[in-house]
């Protein structure tokens, strides 16, 4: 079953910028899942959410697609993760 995410239909319509693009999106269920769990972890809407993913994606992706690495970092452990996208 897929969930149908409206990303400006949060009532924020005198925040949006305007000519702010509209998107429906038909998500998955694990990705409707983890955007669930994020909304109520940080108390951001699922637009917010929704305009952060999008902007952090083509960051990374594009210093990726410069022969970038994305490393993680545990604080605690000192571990370094090597993140690959596909």
Not at 43 to 71: M, P, Q, V
């Amino acid at each position: 079953m897929e969930e149908i995410v409206n990303a400006t239909d949060e009532g924020r319509a005198g925040q949006r910028a305007s000519g702010a693009d509209r998107v429906t999106v038909a998500l998955v269920p694990k990705a409707a899942d983890d955007l669930q769990r994020t909304v109520e972890r940080t108390g951001l809407s699922k637009t917010d959410i929704l305009n952060r993913a999008i902007t952090l994606y083509n960051f990374i992706d594009g210093r990726l697609s410069e022969g970038a690495e994305l490393l993680i970092r545990d604080q605690k452990t000192g571990l370094v993760e090597l993140i690959k996208f596909f």
